[in-house]
């Protein structure tokens, strides 16, 4: 999946998150390079995500607020439209979006909907991509889904909690679609429908595969250090 979407199409991601309670850094997903993060001569360039993150920064830090991170050289985006953070609430679902569009200036827009159903300003982060950033492609471009491919080498972001429901369109779906599509794990949409990249509603160790008819079917990084099976409501 292109960074902005095939042919400048823009792309979107759909998944539902349950997060545990951690100190320091979350990472939920990742297009970004699979590699060093800092790849494109020191800076951290061509790469989006959308996690809690520590206020204020640090490893052991134990409150969070949600962030857009990327859509510009190492910038993370905290505020919601309406001008604040909003605060993480662990041991809880959350239905999330991200959708990219391309703006036909060369910058691009990323929208990132926190708590659906609800589009209140206070529930949606977006951010603007100046028409520099994201024209270089990475030397490893990768989807990575909760991990990051620097664990090891910066900050050690990584998921502690229970994700579901993974749709990924390669397309920017209408938000009425977006809306349609976070409440079902079918794909229920005619936009959806013909421009789904990838889904698997309920992935689980043995099985992250495709769903979706299209083939895209992705691997574990370490197959023998896998996400546990879970089951609850």
Do not use: C
């Not at 607020?65 to 041991?91: K, P, S």
């Amino acid at each position: 999946m292109p960074l902005w979407g095939p042919g400048d199409a823009g792309v979107t991601y759909l998944w539902k998150i349950r997060p545990r309670q951690q100190n320091g850094y979350y990472a939920t997903f990742w297009w970004s390079n699979d590699g060093n993060f800092t790849w494109n001569n020191g800076s951290s360039d061509s790469y989006y995500g959308a996690h809690p993150y520590p206020r204020g920064g640090g490893a052991s830090t134990a409150v969070h607020d949600w962030e857009l991170a990327g859509m510009d050289y190492g910038t993370d985006t905290i505020n919601t439209r309406a001008g604040i953070a909003h605060e993480l609430e662990v041991d809880r679902w959350y239905s999330q979006a991200l959708v990219i569009t391309a703006n036909g200036d060369g910058t691009h827009t990323a929208h990132f909907y926190i708590d659906l159903p609800s589009t209140r300003a206070s529930d949606v982060i977006e951010v603007t991509a100046p028409s520099y950033f994201g024209v270089d492609t990475p030397p490893a471009p990768a989807l990575t889904f909760g991990d990051s491919p620097w664990f090891a080498s910066y900050q050690h972001e990584r998921l502690s909690g229970v994700l579901r429901g993974l749709k990924i369109f390669a397309t920017t779906l209408s938000q009425a679609d977006v809306l349609s599509e976070a409440a079902a794990d079918s794909l229920v949409t005619s936009a959806g429908r013909s421009s789904v990249w990838y889904a698997n509603p309920n992935p689980a160790p043995g099985d992250i595969s495709d769903k979706s008819g299209a083939g895209h079917h992705p691997s574990w990084v370490d197959s023998s250090n896998r996400a546990r099976l879970w089951s609850g409501s």
